[in-house]
């Protein structure tokens, strides 16, 4: 079965329609970006493709002349047996879908799938949902990356079958730390799981997942979940009405300029562990200037800013800034963000930006906690 889809759009130049594929590529490669997006859809869809035994084609005749995307799949005679329905989607059952996807808004989700393409398709249904999700390749990773970072996720999916570290033992692993108390949903391609195993695990869920069984599930284990963190966010807030000191790190002003919003979670998070919670967050390097300017020259301390941002890029609010301040000791400390990595950027960005330091994404944990300690936030900020 063939498919085409034509648009009218702005098209693309010959040159790049070999970059389409490439994962998390983009083609607006400048550093204010015009378009957003993650650079996973077409790769998405062309694994979605393969696993159906077809084959997806780009082409386009420039600039301005619109996109023409042909795929084609091989539908089998007999089709694969649906699942029996279980009691998640009972559940389902007289909840209004509008009041459904408003509860799943905005949940942190944390995936780990050592298989590429189950990551992507998880990654994309979720952000349909507009859940804000986490991706790791192994157990390990997510150790490294995100259950020691702290960040506290509404719940994780969880492959079962992954080398090295298997789904039960890294569920094992991150029910070791006390603050790491979301439930994980358990996902698996061969069958059940043992008895030992679903004790880790408060749901389970065969690959490839469904959309509306998933989305049941998620009501399902998060509804209790998030009743509880609202009643003890009511208690923590009433305790912290009464506090009379507040630490020097909590005190410190930041503005965090950040186009895409996993990482401006992830940050935040990370920030908020070292002990800092007067973050202020934009979207692009335009409301950083902005929101700069609409403060005391003295108020933020120290500005965080994405390189690659739209409209005005992290460099420009860098060079913008430290044309604002005659005092160079006076103007915030600024640190770059970045995922360029390349030998020479460092020195380049911190150069031509007036920039105090860089680090690359994604933020490592353990580095940012090291840049925090030379920028000597306690004391000197």
Known sequence: MSFTIKDTGIGICKDDLGRLFRVFGQLDQSSTKKYQGTGLGLVICQKLVELMHGEIHVDSDGMGKGTVIQFYITVPGCCGQELDSDSSDEDMKGMERENILKQVEGMKVLIVDDSEVNRLYLFDLLQHYKMIPFLASSGK?????????GIDFDFGLIDINMPNLNGA???????????????????????????????????????????????????????????????????????????????????IPILLAEDIEMNQVVIKEMLNRLGYSNITIVNDGQEALDTIKSHPMNHFSLLLLDIKMPFVSGLEVAQEVHKLYKDCSKRPKMVALTALAMAGDREYYIKKGHLDDYITKPIDYNVLQSLMSRMEMA???
């Open 141 to 149: 990773e997510a150790l490294q990356s995100y259950i020691k970072s």
């Open 169 to 251: 033992q890294l569920a094992h692993e991150i029910h070791k730390n006390p603050a790491a108390n979301y439930p994980l949903l358990a996902l698996s391609s061969i069958g059940e799981l043992s008895s030992s195993d679903r004790s880790e695990f408060q749901g389970f869920l065969i690959k490839p997942v469904k959309a509306e069984k998933l989305l049941a599930h998620i009501v399902r284990i998060t509804l209790d979940r998030k009743k509880t963190k609202n009643s003890q966010a009511t208690s923590h807030s009433k305790r912290a009405e009464t506090k009379k000191f507040i630490s020097a790190a909590e005190q």
């Open 379 to 381: 004391s000197s900020l």
